[in-house]
């Protein structure tokens, strides 16, 4: 399986995008799908996460009220609404998705073993 990560872009603050993660096969049904983040000259960071089975969402402090992740009607679609975005949201955004995931590594980046590869967000001040 292969996650195709889309949508990124430059936007001015305050603006924003909807970055999009499509996996390559239609069946495909992780437990858990993520985004994480990786700004220049910093180390990858997780984002928000979502569970496949009730719909349950986590976030990253700094994005919350801000980034909603979800799931399309397509069933191997997902997505990351970005609104009022600021400077520091610049970053390579990775969707991730693993089968497995428990709810004590939602957060983890080893959790998830299926990754895109990344999709460039510009904040502008």
């Known amino acids: 399986v292969q996650l195709q990560a889309s949508g990124g872009g430059l936007a001015q603050a305050g603006g924003s995008l909807r970055l999009s993660c499509v996996a390559s096969?239609?069946?495909?049904?992780?437990?858990?799908v993520a985004w994480f983040r990786q700004a220049p000259g910093k180390e990858r960071e997780f984002v928000a996460a979502i569970r496949m089975n009730g719909g349950y969402t986590y976030y990253t402090d700094s994005v919350k009220g801000r980034f909603t992740i979800s799931r399309g009607n397509a069933k191997n679609t997902w997505y990351l609404q970005m609104n009022t975005l600021k400077p520091e949201d610049t970053a390579v955004y990775y969707c991730?998705?693993?089968?497995?995931?428990?709810?004590?590594?939602?957060?983890?980046?080893?959790?998830?073993?299926?990754w895109g590869q990344g999709t460039l967000v510009t904040v502008s001040s």
């Open positions: 991730a998705a693993g089968n497995g995931v428990i709810l004590s590594a939602v957060r983890t980046d080893r959790a998830y073993a299926y």
């Open positions: 096969e239609r069946t495909f049904s992780p437990n858990a």
